[in-house]
């Protein structure tokens, strides 16, 4: 394995420069200059002036617009109206009785009893005893003393 070094790099003193670098170089004498311009406050060469920006008229403020009531969620919907019934539901029958009460519907999907189910089983699992709802029977809910506190005003 030889050590001997070749090409521009290896010979000692060798100013040797690439084609590009005296462009760089006046770029960035250039630069500096006009920097140096900047800092002392004299104006910009000729040629390289900014046309001053325009500042525009501030636009009238608008008008606040009301604020809509927040959307009942299908679970809290599902509190509400398992705090107020007296007997154990199911999801569809929830999902109907929320409808009928006008607290909920459903925004199109085709199984939304099913949705229901799984959220109010996602509650339990979650929150254990503070949930809103408990299982009284397969596929059938109750409400807990929880219900009122999360769901608000029971209707």
Do not use: C
Request: glycine share 8%; no cysteine; proline share 8%.
């Amino acid at each position: 394995m030889s050590t001997k070094k070749t090409g521009p790099a290896a010979r000692k003193g060798s100013k040797a420069k690439a084609p590009g670098n005296v462009s760089t170089e006046k770029l960035r004498a250039t630069a500096l200059a006009e920097i140096k311009q900047r800092l002392d406050g004299k104006p910009a060469p000729k040629g390289k002036e900014k046309a001053a920006k325009q500042t525009k008229a501030p636009k009238p403020p608008k008008t606040p617009k009301e604020a809509k009531p927040k959307r009942v969620s299908a679970l809290d919907a599902a509190a509400r109206v398992l705090a107020s019934s007296e007997v154990p539901m199911r999801a569809k029958e929830l999902i109907a009785a929320m409808e009928k009460k006008g607290l909920w519907t459903s925004p199109g999907g085709k199984t939304p009893h099913a949705t229901l189910y799984a959220a109010m089983i996602r509650e339990i699992a979650a929150l254990g005893d503070k949930a809103r709802f408990k299982k009284h029977e397969r596929g059938v809910f109750v409400a807990t003393s929880h219900a009122t506190g999360h769901a608000g005003k029971v209707a």
